[in-house]
Nanobody, 128 residues
Framework: QLQLEESGGGLVQPGGSLRLSCAAP????????MAWFRQVPGSEREFLAA????????NYADAVKGRFTISEDSAQSTVYLQMDNLEPGDTATYYC?????????????????????WGPGTQVSVSS
């Protein structure tokens, strides 16, 4: 069972930055893609970004394109989400997720149902 754990959340002022980390120890060569989602109470879990593990190709939701950057460190089995120019609307619980399966177009991995493994989440609050 793949255990994921997010870190790096917290309180930041509008316009500020945070970098979230997701540790994915274990058989990372078996993970095809990693992604970040976020969720606010009462809403669906929202796709943000995905990266193909060991390949580096990425896909972003339009809502965060240009402000958020996903990256991977294969040696550390860690995926990052750099978030810049944060807005109050970015306040949410942020989750990382792992897709293990055949390589597919990353744009087909935007539904939470595609991902088999999830971390417990980390809270991000953007407020002055």
């Amino acid at each position: 069972q793949l255990q994921l754990e997010e870190s790096g959340g917290g309180l930041v002022q509008p316009g500020g930055s945070l970098r979230l980390s997701c540790a994915a120890p274990g058989r990372t060569y078996a993970n095809y893609a990693m992604a970040w989602f976020r969720q606010v109470p009462g809403s669906e879990r929202e796709f943000l970004a995905a990266v193909a593990w060991h390949v580096g190709t990425t896909n972003y939701a339009d809502a965060v394109k240009g402000r958020f950057t996903i990256s991977e460190d294969s040696a550390q089995s860690t995926v990052y989400l750099q978030m810049d120019n944060l807005e109050p609307g970015d306040t949410a619980t942020y989750y990382c997720a792992a897709y293990r399966g055949l390589p597919v177009e990353l744009r087909t991995l935007e539904s939470p149902s595609k991902f088999q493994h999830w971390g417990p989440g980390t809270q991000v609050s953007v407020s002055s």
